[in-house]
């Protein structure tokens, strides 16, 4: 079990604010079919046909909202701690999202539908999840990393390290223009130098935690840090 770092709203407030998504984008929904509002009552399939698409926009926010059901989490490792995006989660996510794509052809299979608002209802709840959530959890899906007090580790895609702290001779932050930490210069006594991407990596909710680790066990290899 890892510690959570960012909790989300109370489950009152959040189920709270879930409901009134439902419930707005069921009043909405109509404008799909190709039924006048006045005649909702003489198509009463139509309103089941309501139901599936908010239940798709309820599918596509908890996957935008992940902490809903995905609270960000660091995990304990021996002398230190790793960060990285669960696995499980994007698993969960892919699994979940399907439901989406499956409830839209329902959708057009069984009822008379507007197909220019039906494309869009379709493309703002399948396109966002994809773009903002899922690739990106498939592009780190490995990607992690690790502080110790004995020596750091990493992995983003293709790049990949393991260091003692021994063979560091010392360290750079190098932060943006908000004066956030979002790479890692590691200069090593062998004269090689090792840049950690931490922003290519998905890990800015961990920002704050690597910084203050490395601000109690690294202070001794800090030099300074610089904004670009």
């Known amino acids: 079990m890892g510690k959570v770092i960012r909790p989300t709203y109370p489950k009152e407030v959040s189920i709270g604010v879930l409901i009134l998504i439902f419930i707005f984008s069921y009043l909405l929904s109509h404008q799909i079919f190709d039924v006048r509002v006045h005649e909702l009552k003489e198509n009463k399939d139509v309103y089941y046909g309501m139901f599936l698409v908010s239940l798709a926009v309820i599918t596509m926010v908890l996957i935008m909202w992940e902490e809903i059901l995905f609270p960000v989490k660091i995990k304990e490792a021996e002398g230190g701690m790793i960060f990285r995006n669960h696995r499980t989660k994007l698993k969960v996510q892919l699994l979940i999202y399907l439901t989406i794509p499956a409830i839209f052809t329902f959708i057009y299979m069984e009822f008379e539908v507007n197909h220019i608002r039906f494309a869009i209802w379709a493309l703002v709840c399948m396109v966002p999840p994809v773009i903002e ?61 090792v840049l950690i991407d931490l922003d290519e990596m998905e890990l800015d909710d961990f920002i704050q935690y690597i910084t203050a680790f490395i601000n109690d066990h690294y202070k001794h290899l800090l030099k300074g840090a610089k904004i670009v």
Do not use: W
């Open 133 to 193: 959530k899922i690739f990106s959890g498939i592009n780190n899906y490995n990607d992690f990393l690790k502080l110790t007090v004995r020596k750091i580790e990493y992995k983003n895609n293709e790049k990949e390290g393991s260091f003692k702290l021994v063979d560091i001779d010392h360290l750079s932050i190098i932060e943006d223009e908000r004066k956030v930490m979002h790479k890692i210069e590691v200069f090593l006594k062998s004269k090689e130098t």
